[in-house]
Nanobody, 126 residues
């Protein structure tokens, strides 16, 4: 059974930092792109960042570029999202997801992902 479990969310003041973790189990995700999405109340789920396992290339939403960093630890089958200079508009439930390894697109769309975690709440106070 494939499982993605996020952790590391919480309440932080604007300008602060958090590091989210996503532990994968049930299979080795070495061939999967791993992404982070977020969903704020009343809004649609939006792409945040993706890391392609093959080659390790990364892509970010413009709203987080320069502030967030996605990384991985292959030995732990874990992907991270380091979030710095947080803003109140970053408040959302953050989800990690494993992308279809045969997807030919850019992994910016949720439809590219096969497995999802349960989400972790990030709240940034002003």
């Amino acid at each position: 059974q494939v499982q993605l479990v996020e952790s590391g969310g919480g309440l932080v003041q604007a300008g602060g930092s958090l590091r989210l973790s996503c532990a994968a189990s049930g299979r080795t995700f070495s061939n999967y792109a791993m992404g982070w999405f977020r969903q704020a109340p009343g809004k649609e789920r939006e792409f945040v960042a993706v890391l392609r396992w093959s080659g390790g290339s990364t892509y970010y939403a413009d709203s987080v570029k320069g502030r967030f960093t996605i990384s991985r630890d292959n030995a732990k089958n874990t992907v991270y999202l380091q979030m710095n200079s947080l803003k109140p508009e970053d408040t959302a439930v953050y989800y990690c997801a494993a992308g279809n390894p045969y997807y030919s697109g850019n992994y910016f769309d949720a439809s590219a992902y096969m497995y999802w975690g349960q989400g972790t709440q990030v709240t940034v106070s002003s």
